[in-house]
């Protein structure tokens, strides 16, 4: 959780002796002058990731053995926060099934409970990697004339990115002998699909 450390937002609900999904989880934030708009009020996007920070603690509760992932949003602020006011978001779980789960987070200010808005996140359960960094045995600098690279490339192109360099930036990843994939910067290829992480 690097962006909501690097926020300053503290976890107040304890998932971390939860045996079951909790049935909420509740997270606040300091509004610093680092959090402020051009408006010199809490900006959006701050409260935005506090209660996305809040969401994905309830839909992702340590042990679950799946990951769950935002794919849609819906941001409705009220109200903003002032320099020095604790934002509290309280994240509920509203439907859930096999493969989706919706979540509502709630943000409000911690001295006087005044309503700032509300985040709605449609889930959905992120499908498993096919080589998971436990089975792989081994890896080595890639080579430019490799398939695996070449593929690597031309995807980190089509996305706008320079190509890794293959020998500094690029390793192979292997399965017993087997490559079973590639990585280079947020890039991960792996068979049968490209997937960034």
């Known amino acids: 959780m690097a962006a909501a450390e690097l926020l300053g937002i503290e976890l107040v609900t304890d998932t971390a002796d939860a045996t079951d999904a909790p049935d909420q989880v509740v997270c606040r934030l300091r509004i610093g002058e680092s ?16 209660a996305d920070t809040a969401v994905g ?7 679950l053995g799946e990951t769950w992932v935002g794919t849609s949003f819906h941001v409705q602020l009220l ?7 604790v934002v509290v978001a309280t994240a509920v779980r509203e439907s859930r099934s096999r493969r989706l789960q919706a979540c509502t987070a709630r943000l409000t200010r911690e001295r006087d409970g005044a309503f700032l808005g509300t985040v709605g996140v449609q889930l959905i359960v ?5 080589y998971p960094a436990a089975s792989l045995t081994g890896e080595r600098p890639a080579t430019a ?13 089509r996305d706008g990115h320079p ?3 293959p020998a500094n ?13 590639l990585v280079a910067g947020d890039y991960r290829w792996t068979y049968p699909r490209w997937r960034t992480f």
């Open 35 to 50: 959090h402020l708009n051009q408006g010199l009020i809490g900006h959006g996007g701050v409260l935005f990731t506090l």
């Open 57 to 63: 603690l309830l839909a992702n509760p340590p042990d």
């Open 79 to 85: 109200r903003g926060a002032g320099l020095g006011d």
């Open 126 to 130: 992120a499908p498993p990697d096919p």
């Open 145 to 157: 004339d490799e398939p695996l690279y070449r593929a690597l490339a031309e995807a980190a192109r």
């Open 163 to 165: 190509p890794p360099e």
């Open 169 to 181: 930036d690029a390793r192979v990843l292997y399965d017993g002998d087997r490559p079973v994939g």
